[in-house]
Structure formats: C-alpha cells, structure tokens
Nanobody, 116 residues
C-alpha cells in the first residue's frame, strides 16, 4: 500500500508565496512521474505541473513563470513552489504519483486560499 501525505497549504495574500510538499510512504520500488493538480469550487480538476523521472518538467500555461515543481527521490517527495499567487490560484491542490509496478496514487488534498 502506498500513501501520499501533503502539507504546506494555507491562506496567503495576493502576490505571496507558498510551498507544497507531498511524500510517499509504503513499500515500492520507484516512482516515475510526480505531479500536482488542483480543483477550484465548481470546476474540474486540472493539471498544474508534472515532473517525470527522466526528462523535462511541464506546467500549465496559467502557472508558467510563477510555480516551480521539483522532486527529491531519496525522500520520495515532490514539491510545488508557488510564487506571485493570485486569487484565481485558490483551489484544493492534490499530488499525484505514478508508482512503478503499482499504479497511480493521489494525496488527500490541501487547501490553498489566496485572498486579501
């Protein structure tokens, strides 16, 4: 069984920054792609960014230049550094990991609210 635990959400003013973390625990060999999604009220879940095991990172157009995804394979952790936050970034953020030989797993979600 694989569990993903997220942290780092909260309330921030427009223009502020937050850093999300998501750590996988359990018994597994390796993790391929790691990513972040978000879902705002009344809207479908959307991809924010992903980072493959090998290769380039990818970002939604709406966050390019403001968000940075990174990973620490030794810690089985993915991060999302969010700068220059806007009210439209308000959503529940979910991490997602493609675990080798086991499948895709989701975190429980962490609320990010951007408001003055």
């Amino acid at each position: 069984q694989v569990q993903l635990v997220e942290s780092g959400g909260g309330l921030v003013q427009p223009g502020g920054s937050l850093r999300l973390s998501c750590t996988a625990s359990g018994s597994f060999f390796s993790i391929n792609t790691m990513g972040w999604y978000r879902q705002a009220p009344g809207k479908p879940r959307e991809l924010v960014a992903f980072i493959p095991g090998v290769g380039r990172t990818n970002y939604a157009d709406s966050v390019k230049g403001r968000f940075t995804i990174s990973r620490d394979n030794a810690k089985n952790t993915v991060y999302l550094q969010m700068n220059s936050l806007r009210p439209e970034d308000t959503a529940v953020y979910y991490c997602n990991m493609d675990v080798s030989r086991l499948g895709t797993y989701w975190g429980q979600g962490t609320q990010v609210t951007v408001s003055s």
